[in-house]
């Protein structure tokens, strides 16, 4: 499976702000340092949106000048951040569904994360979402053009792909039962039939029945990624936003949370035989 530019980028982003840090300069000084070095057009504003990761198609021009002020002299770690910077700037494949995905920030982090850990309140997991349902859940949101809904169900069955490989993530889900009887009946066998036999070692899916109660995630649905090679992030969708939490506080806080999400749910034989119970005639 391709590498996910998104990850190269965010990755980018984080060693370049590290270098900074490690010279102990500020990003005024940077800025001013490359205004009398001559190397083109910068400003605070330009190396916060690199830092921060809000770049597309980041410059080997503008990653070189970065190294030649954090005094990075060894020709392989010089060469190892432009390979680091093209990687970056390829296309992933989610960007044919640009209409629908937008800048597909979810999907390129979901492309090349180790372990997906996921508690949904109110909806079946996307990577979980048969095609029926995911027809569905389109039309309920009020999606009325058929050619749009077809689109944007396409891009949906386009990001199961990872499940299909022995290189994808783990994924640990835990649905609220909520979101089960939420279920459309003329789909429903058929989605709870896929939560059943889609599972294996490395993808597990428990109920969260009503009878946990209140619990910590109630405040509502969210996702945390884990890398290989890069930090941690939690993932948030609201009606207007998507949201990355990566401060190391946020995200071990959201890992608590998941915990207790985790304890109190179903077992996952008791949540199988609890799915197995939905469709019983």
């Given amino acids: 499976m391709a590498k996910s530019p998104t990850l190269r980028r965010r990755r980018l982003s984080r060693r370049l702000r590290e270098l900074r840090e490690a010279k102990g300069y500020t990003s005024t000084f940077v800025t001013a340092e490359a205004k009398r070095r001559g190397k083109g057009k910068w400003s605070r504003g330009k190396l916060t949106r690199i830092e921060n990761n809000e770049w597309l ?36 494949w989610w960007v044919g569904y640009a209409d629908v995905l937008g800048k597909g920030a979810y999907v390129g982090l979901e492309l090349e994360a180790s372990l997906i850990r996921t508690y949904e309140a109110l909806v079946i997991p996307g990577l979980l979402q048969t095609e ?85 995630a109630t405040a509502g649905s969210f996702s945390i990624l884990d890398f290989q090679d890069d930090p941690p992030l939690v993932y948030r969708e609201d009606i207007m936003a998507q949201l990355f939490y990566e401060d190391p506080l946020e995200v071990e806080h959201c890992v608590v949370v998941y915990d207790h999400v985790h304890a109190a749910a179903l077992s996952v034989p008791n949540s199988r035989a609890f799915l197995e119970n939905l469709i019983s005639p």
């Fill in 57 to 92: 198609r980041p410059s080997p021009g503008d990653v070189e000048d970065l190294l030649d002020i954090y005094d990075v002299t060894d020709p392989e770690e010089r060469a190892a951040y432009i390979t680091l910077t093209k990687q970056a700037r390829q296309s992933g």
């Fill in 132 to 216: 029926g349902y995911a027809k569905a859940i389109t039309r309920g949101h009020g999606v009325t053009d058929e050619a749009d809904v077809e689109r944007r169900v396409e891009a949906r069955m386009a990001r199961k792909q990872i499940l299909a490989t022995s290189t994808g993530p783990r994924i640990w889900a835990i649905i609220d039962e909520a979101a089960l009887r939420k279920i459309p009946a003329e789909v429903r066998e058929e989605q709870v039939r896929y939560l059943l036999d889609v599972q294996r070692p490395d993808l597990r899916v428990q109920v969260l029945p009503d009878s946990a109660g209140l619990h910590p």
